[in-house]
């Protein structure tokens, strides 16, 4: 059977992405936020998946305000790189796992969480940045990858609840997948910052490693923080920390063993969060 082996968890500042195509990661502001990374692609080296499950918000680009998914799976063979206005990043292709999708789209459904189903989708800075910060600049990524979207741009969007809950139900689904895959579930975006208004700028430094520690030892009690607490202790960006709830209830009940914890302020306009969870 499959099973989820580890849980990572960043932020997906698209800066970031900018600083290493345009070759600027040498330079010390962004060696900063390069070095909290250094663990992690020897550790992804080291641990290979046979996939990764890769939550992440579109910003606008997959889905405009004519439809917008909830929660979107991508069930596609592979998925080209969007164009964010100063053309699609440099970055290789993603390779998605349409039998594995398929699977958890049928299982999750079944318990009562409605996913739209995506065949054809361009994925942008929230799924390729995390991609950049684990793996480097490699000719292709190293394993396929299930990019599952969710809406945290367009209110109304889902409560930290639901997120885990739907965590909970991923990881059943992919226990009873009949192959023995190792797979990843990888959780991204945050963590506080606000990109406009007067807030623009926001960062809040003490909710920011609340978060983090409830994460890791008490995601059940995270999940009770409404998405209006999200919006004032951390920005209006900062929602995107949901997310981070799916991939925390796709790993196992049993407290987790914390392989790496990293947190930086700034990069661009925002904190930069990191974890690495394993499955004990
Ligand atoms: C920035 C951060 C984001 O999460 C995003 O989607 C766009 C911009 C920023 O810090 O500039
Ligand atoms: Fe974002």
């Known amino acids: 059977m499959a099973r989820i082996t580890a849980g990572v968890y960043t932020s997906h500042v698209p800066a970031i992405g900018a ?28 641990n290979p998946p046979d996939v990764i499950f890769l939550v992440y918000n579109d910003h606008a680009n997959a889905f405009s305000l004519e439809m917008i998914p909830t929660f979107a799976i991508g069930t596609a063979a592979e998925f080209q790189i969007a164009d964010e206005g100063w053309g699609p990043r440099p970055v290789p292709k993603v390779v998605g796992h349409p039998e594995l999708a398929a699977h958890i789209a049928q299982s999750v459904i079944q318990d009562d969480f409605d996913l739209t189903i995506v065949n054809r989708m361009e994925v942008d800075h929230g799924l390729t940045v995390p991609l950049s910060l684990m793996c480097g600049q490699p000719a292709a990524w190293p394993c396929p990858v299930i990019p599952f979207a969710v809406n945290v741009v367009q209110y109304p969007v889902p409560s930290g609840r639901r997120c885990l809950a739907l965590g ?54 995270q999940a009770q923080v409404p998405h209006i607490d999200y919006v004032r202790e951390a920005g209006s960006e900062g929602i995107e920390l949901v997310m981070w709830l799916i991939a925390r209830g796709a790993m196992s009940d049993a407290p987790p063993r914390v392989l790496h914890r990293f947190y930086h302020v700034p990069a661009s306009n925002t904190a930069v969060g990191h974890l690495i969870l394993e499955n004990t």
């Open 168 to 221: 909970r139900a991923i990881r059943k689904a992919v226990a009873s997948y009949d192959e023995p895959l190792k797979v990843q579930v990888w959780g991204t975006g945050g963590m506080s910052h606000q990109l406009q208004g007067p807030r623009a700028g926001l960062i809040n430094r003490g909710f920011d490693n609340a978060f983090l520690d409830r994460l890791i030892a008490d995601p059940e009690a």
């Open 19 to 46: 600083a290493l195509d345009l070759g600027k990661s040498s330079e010390p502001y962004w060696q900063k936020v390069f070095a909290g990374y250094e663990f992690s692609k020897r550790w992804l080296r080291e």
